[in-house]
């Protein structure tokens, strides 16, 4: 089978390739390495670089795929609320690009990378897909919206969709030289170099925070997944830890003591998150395998070994 992954340049994306590579799928990536690196990919795979926005490229690049995997976008949440055109810009219109292009070159499915911001303040816990949104971010209202068009993709114009709302991702290749790289990696690079991380708010705030491989693993049942069609569903461990308590993980695993600052909280920033993870077994029978401590000591072995990473 042919698959095209977007944003496969990317942390999760570079992850799932090589699963669909090890699946011996025929796999290639379009990403305009915004924040996606080739050398995150095996050297063999064609990497279009192109922009989602790009209409025609999107266009040609579906060409003969049966599935896609859309992934790019604007991913932090802080980000978007300071340019919250540019978010609404690539992962709303980019996003609509992909569906359209997947359906004119008769594509079967499209998975896409929704987000469990997309809960925003509902305040309830575990978040369950049938919650309403209750976004706080551009980000998470972008998310919400490629829900939206998914679904109309699935009910009008032939094509099978499935929306995967990924919790906080972790894991290797996950960049940690941004600010606005997830939280694991921004935190264990200033462990790792004995500096000093800022804690935004209290560090009382929560996070349901997944494996990468999990994650992958996600994408590609949901890839064939005949339950999962037209389905939204939550990809986390259902479980939470306080970011205190995250810190205090990374700096066991490390073997350095913490030293912390604290700031105001971010614009946007979700207090708890917490996945229900029954449709997440029930529909695509996946049960998350790595647990929290297993993956941070993985993805600390892994920028140790990047001089670039750690
Ligand atoms: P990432 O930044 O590593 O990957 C995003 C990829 O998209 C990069 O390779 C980037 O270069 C590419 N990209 C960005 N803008 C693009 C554009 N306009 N055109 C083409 N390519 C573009 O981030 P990631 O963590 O791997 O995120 C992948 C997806 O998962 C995103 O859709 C993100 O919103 C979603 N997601 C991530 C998390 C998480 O915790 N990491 C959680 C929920 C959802
Ligand atoms: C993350 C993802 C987002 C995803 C969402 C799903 C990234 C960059 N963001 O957003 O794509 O949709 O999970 O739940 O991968 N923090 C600090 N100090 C720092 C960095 C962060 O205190 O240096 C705090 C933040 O304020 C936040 C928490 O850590 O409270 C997590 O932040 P972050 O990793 O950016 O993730 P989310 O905003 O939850």
């Given at each position: 089978m042919k698959v095209l992954v977007t944003g496969g340049a990317g942390f999760i994306g570079s992850t799932v390739v090589r699963r669909l590579l090890a699946g011996g799928q025929d796999v290639q990536v379009l990403d305009n390495l915004e924040t996606g690196k080739?050398?995150?990919?095996?050297?063999?795979v064609l990497c279009i670089?192109?922009?989602?926005?790009d209409e025609a490229a999107v266009r040609a690049a579906c060409?003969?795929?049966?599935l896609v995997i859309h992934l790019a976008a604007m991913v932090s949440v802080s980000l978007s609320t300071v340019e919250p055109e540019r978010c609404f810009d690539i992962n709303v219109s980019g996003t609509r690009n992909v569906l359209a292009a997947a359906r004119g070159a008769g594509c079967r499915r499209v998975v896409l990378a929704s987000s469990a911001?997309?809960?925003?303040?509902?305040?309830?816990?575990?978040?369950?897909?049938d919650m309403p949104a209750m976004p706080l971010s551009p980000y998470a209202y972008a998310k919400w919206q490629n829900e939206i068009d998914a679904a109309y993709f699935q009910r009008f114009c032939g094509l099978e969709t499935v929306c995967l709302r990924f919790f906080n991702v972790f894991g290797?290749?996950?960049?940690?030289?941004?600010?606005?790289?997830g939280v694991i990696s921004i935190a264990a690079r200033r462990l790792l170099s004995q500096q000093p991380f800022t804690v935004f708010g209290d560090g009382l705030q929560t996070r349901d925070f997944v494996f990468v491989e999990d994650v992958a693993a996600a994408l590609l049942a949901a890839a064939q997944?005949?339950?999962?069609?037209g389905s939204i569903i939550n990809v986390g461990r259902g479980e939470r830890v306080t970011l205190l308590q995250l810190v205090q993980e990374l700096s066991d695993v490390i073997g350095v003591q913490p030293a912390l600052q604290f700031a105001d909280p971010r614009a946007g920033d979700v207090r708890h998150s917490l996945s229900d993870v029954t449709r997440l077994r029930t529909?695509?029978?996946?049960?998350?395998?790595?647990?929290l401590k297993t993956g941070l000591a993985t993805t600390i072995d892994w920028m140790r070994s990047e001089p670039d990473a750690a």
């Open positions: 080739l050398r995150n990919l095996p050297a063999d670089k192109a922009d989602v926005r060409v003969g795929c049966e911001a997309v809960y925003g303040d509902e305040p309830t816990l575990p978040k369950r897909e290797p290749r996950q960049d940690p030289a941004s600010p606005y790289s997944s005949p339950q999962a069609v529909q695509l029978g996946i049960h998350s395998q790595v647990d």
